[in-house]
């Protein structure tokens, strides 16, 4: 994300019996005569999947018993693909997941506790805070692919064309953001916006956040009142009606867009508020050299936090438990696959791995781990991953967002449906 479309997991309760029920417990790789071949899912554009699966070729160059085979694809149809996948009992081993998704699934038993692989996968080198990440009610089922937090990503060139100069993040405000924003739309070309996007459901656990609440509390509740809600849409339909973002229609014919298709990485937009991991990828597709910006209204309470920008997973249901164990320890471990791979699923949850890439990383990758340290000295809130049900969330937060930027619904009257809906979601 670490800037994830989350869709709506549908797995009905016939489809978790027969994942979960006459059954046997996973068989690790002891029956398998000659070479085991485990899958492996993941998502994102070609320029990842060339990088993962040259370091796919180092881990079966390592390990000659053990094929991986990838499978891989557009974010846009990616979880519901797995959610079908999983539902039919033909979920890949290891599966790549963002968000929420590891507790949705560890909490329907689709995902493997790795404490029973741990002879293979080896974890204690990982970043205190990442493993937390990656736990469920006290146990393990992901491992941190890296460090993500959200920003402001800037493109100065267009700021320059504009002639409006480029904001001071140490003390700028969110009435800065969309005035500023405003501007540079108003003094670019038609077609090129101050801001990429309106708020995204991310920005509203940040808003919360600089309010002194959260998203979701420890117990699984959510951790936000109804006026942070109505603010947060009442924010994001202040940026489409004063121009400084797009349109309603051109928002939402956007939502599913590729990096490169995104008016950012068209070249098109002076900021964008999306994670930081992404700056290589918009950089290269805009061509232009982009900044990071924190996020405005940190003070006097900052809204940021870090998160793991993914997970490798395992299924509960691979019969290749502790071969699956392997190709993600040497993920997360091996310097081959570090300086393969490199901050592209975030900066590295090991330090030893970040170590090893730094002099690699291209100017923009440098970018994005110096953020990350400057975001890691930072003190925040705990973050709390998302009880079950929270990946359909997001998926009411873009809708009702939709909405209001419609004007269908008042952002007050969109704030109600949205505690209704985001509550019975979860199931509180």
Known sequence: MSHIRQSIVILSAAAMLAMTAGCSSPSGDKAADGPVEIRFSWWGNAGRAD???KAIAEFEAANPSIKVKPEYGDISGYFDKLATQVAANDAPDVITMGGAYPAEY???GALLDLSKVNGSLDLSKMDQGAL?????????YGVSTGANALSIVVNPAVFQAAGVALPDDSKWTWDDFAGISADVTAKSPKGTYGTATVLTHDSLDAFARQRGESLYTQDGQLGLG?????????????????????????????????????????????????WSNSLSALSKASGAELKLLKLPGEAPTPGIWLQSSQFYTISARSKHTDAAAKLVSFLVNSE?????IQSDRGVPSNPEMRTAIKDLLTPQGKVEAAYIDQIGKMDFAPTFIGPTGSTAVSEITARINTDVLFKRLTPEKAAEQWITESKAAIGK
């Not at 947060?232 to 051109?250: Q, V």
């Not at 081959?336 to 393969?340: D, H, L, T």
């Open 132 to 140: 937390e990440n990656g736990q469920v009610k006290g146990k393990q």
């Open 226 to 274: 109804q006026q942070t809600v109505q603010d947060y849409f009442d924010y994001s339909l202040k940026l489409s009606e004063s121009g400084a973002a797009p349109s309603a229609s051109e928002t939402v014919e956007k939502l599913n867009a590729s990096t490169e298709q995104t008016l950012m990485g068209m070249g098109k937009a002076g900021m964008m508020l999306t």
């Open 51 to 53: 990088l993962t699966n």
């Open 336 to 340: 081959s696959a570090a300086k393969i």
């Open 106 to 108: 560890a909490n329907r």
